[in-house]
């Protein structure tokens, strides 16, 4: 499987960005996805995932009530909506997907495949 992110840029404080994610290779319904982001000399943190089964999403407590991931598996795309972004935001984004059940979503050792990443740069 391969993962091909786009859509990062340079904004303001308070804009919005849509993250896209397209992947290829296999059928993208039998996976689940998630985004990373690693600032400029800080480790790679989780951002966002979905769960395996219910449906249900999770996000790191810092992005909350300001981004949303979604799929389209018509399209094979998982996008990230960022809105009210900050300059903390700042990062290169990572989407990610994984091909089995785990009992964390938020560590990155879970995921199999990884994009190349897209960078987000947010001014004050």
């Known amino acids: 499987v391969q993962l091909q992110a786009s859509g990062g840029g340079l904004v303001q404080a308070g804009d919005s960005l849509r993250l896209s994610c397209v992947a290829s290779?296999?059928?993208?319904?039998?996976?689940?996805v998630g985004w990373f982001r690693q600032a400029p000399g800080k480790e790679r943190e989780f951002v966002a995932a979905?769960?395996?089964?219910?449906?249900?999403?999770y996000y790191t407590d810092s992005v909350k009530g300001r981004f949303t991931i979604s799929r389209d598996n018509a399209k094979n795309t998982m996008y990230l909506q960022m809105n009210s972004l900050k300059p903390e935001d700042t990062a290169v984004y990572y989407c990610?997907?994984?091909?089995?059940?785990?009992?964390?979503?938020?560590?990155?050792?879970?995921?199999?495949?990884w994009g190349q990443g897209t960078l987000v740069t947010v001014s004050s």
């Open positions: 290779g296999r059928t993208f319904s039998n996976y689940r």
């Open positions: 979905e769960s395996w089964s219910s449906g249900r999403t």
């Open positions: 990610t997907a994984r091909t089995r059940s785990t009992v964390s979503v938020s560590e990155a050792s879970v995921y199999d495949y």
